[in-house]
């Protein structure tokens, strides 16, 4: 099984920039997609970014792209999120992702087989 451990997320002005980490636990992180995801308080957990296997490809929700880059080192088995210009829109709770195995983009959370715990970001006005 894979353990998700997300850390990063704190206090920052709108504008300013954050960097998410997700270490993750076992010997085979390379075999998993994974996808950042984010919840508001009353709201569906909603897609925010995800990457392949093998990180040569990426997706972004609308909201975000052009603002967030999501990476990954299979080495260090760890996925990050790059988050710029940021808004107060994008106060939630970030949570890492693990898709199924075989599956090749996790944008749902019926493709999910294993969560993080969470991290809380928030942005001033």
């Known amino acids: 099984q894979v353990q998700l451990v997300e850390s990063g997320g704190g206090l920052v002005q709108a504008g300013g920039s954050l960097r998410l980490s997700c270490a993750a636990s076992?010997?085979?992180?390379?075999?998993?997609?994974m996808s950042w995801f984010r919840q508001v308080p009353g709201k569906e957990r909603e897609f925010v970014a995800g990457?392949?296997?093998?990180?040569?490809?990426?997706y972004y929700a609308d909201s975000v792209k052009g603002r967030f880059t999501i990476s990954r080192d299979n080495v260090k088995n760890t996925v990050y999120l790059q988050m710029n210009s940021l808004k107060p829109e994008d106060t939630a709770v970030y949570y890492c992702?693990?898709?199924?195995?075989?599956?090749?983009?996790?944008?749902?959370?019926?493709?999910?087989?294993?969560w993080g715990q969470g991290t809380q970001v928030t942005v001033s006005s």
């Open positions: 992702a693990a898709g199924r195995w075989g599956t090749v983009i996790v944008t749902s959370g019926a493709s999910v087989e294993y």
């Open positions: 990457i392949v296997r093998s990180g040569s490809s990426t």
């Open positions: 076992g010997r085979t992180f390379s075999n998993y997609p």
